[in-house]
């Protein structure tokens, strides 16, 4: 199976910080990445897939990079609803893994 | 507007089996496939399995193999995922959603909607 770690587990941070999150995976997946937001207490939000396309309804601030093994999540500002934990989960073969999450919290 | 309403909590022993269930809505039910996933407290996501809307076929997570069946009820288009043999570490969130592929080869799908969620408590 593929694993993704993502780094850092935590980050603190304050609104209007431009905070970039990593997620690497243990060998290639091309663009096949996606990411997820979820906020306390809540189902999970897709906010990008193929590594770098915004899903329909998600702030511009959100953007993704990467291809191989390594990719960021990056928001350009940071406001207070995005004080959430984010995921990243492979799609290239099977099964499908996700990473261990970074929990961004308020400074 | 598509949602996923999933049923309500469940408590149960250890031994036991649950069935939660998932009921698309805001699009043609066959038209999409369901996945279901695990969220233990305080802990991350881990896929269970997935079934196809449309032909009923499977695909279960390595871990979950032999324990758990995914059906589908297309009179009320509603999904089920049903857990035998709970153990205490089966306490969880179970999660089902949307999933699409990134593209049309794609076997392996990410999830763009999804259920509130359904506590599953497992304890004596």
């Known amino acids: 199976d593929i694993q993704l770690t993502q780094s850092p587990s935590f980050l603190s941070a304050s609104v209007g910080d431009r905070v970039t999150i990593t997620c690497r995976a243990s060998?290639?997946?091309?663009?096949?990445l996606v990411w997820y937001q979820q906020q306390p207490g809540k189902a999970p939000k897709l906010l990008i897939y193929s590594a770098s396309t915004l899903e329909s309804g998600v702030p511009s601030r959100f953007s993704g990079s990467g291809s191989g093994t390594d990719f960021t999540l990056t928001i350009s500002s940071l406001q207070p609803e995005d004080f959430a934990t984010y995921y990243c989960q492979h799609i290239y073969n099977f099964p499908p893994t996700f990473g261990g999450g970074t929990k961004v919290e308020i400074k | 507007q598509i949602q996923l309403v999933q049923s309500g909590p469940e408590m149960k022993k250890p031994g036991a089996s649950v069935r939660v269930s998932c009921r698309p809505l805001g699009y043609t039910f066959t038209n999409f496939g369901i996945g279901w996933l695990r969220q233990a407290p305080g802990r991350g996501l881990e896929w269970v399995g997935w079934?196809?809307?449309?032909?009923?076929?499977?695909h279960y997570a390595p871990q979950f193999q032999g324990r758990v069946t995914l059906t589908t009820d297309p009179s009320t288009s509603t999904v089920n995922m049903e857990l035998n043999n709970l153990k205490s570490d089966d306490t969880a969130v179970f999660y089902c959603?949307?999933?699409?592929?990134?593209?049309?080869?794609?076997?392996?799908?990410?999830?763009?909607?999804w259920g509130q969620g359904t506590l599953v408590t497992v304890s004596s």
């Open positions: 959603a949307r999933r699409l592929r990134a593209e049309p080869s794609a076997t392996v799908y990410y999830f763009d909607h």
């Open positions: 060998q290639g997946i091309s663009n096949y």
């Open positions: 079934i196809s809307a449309y032909s009923g076929d499977t």
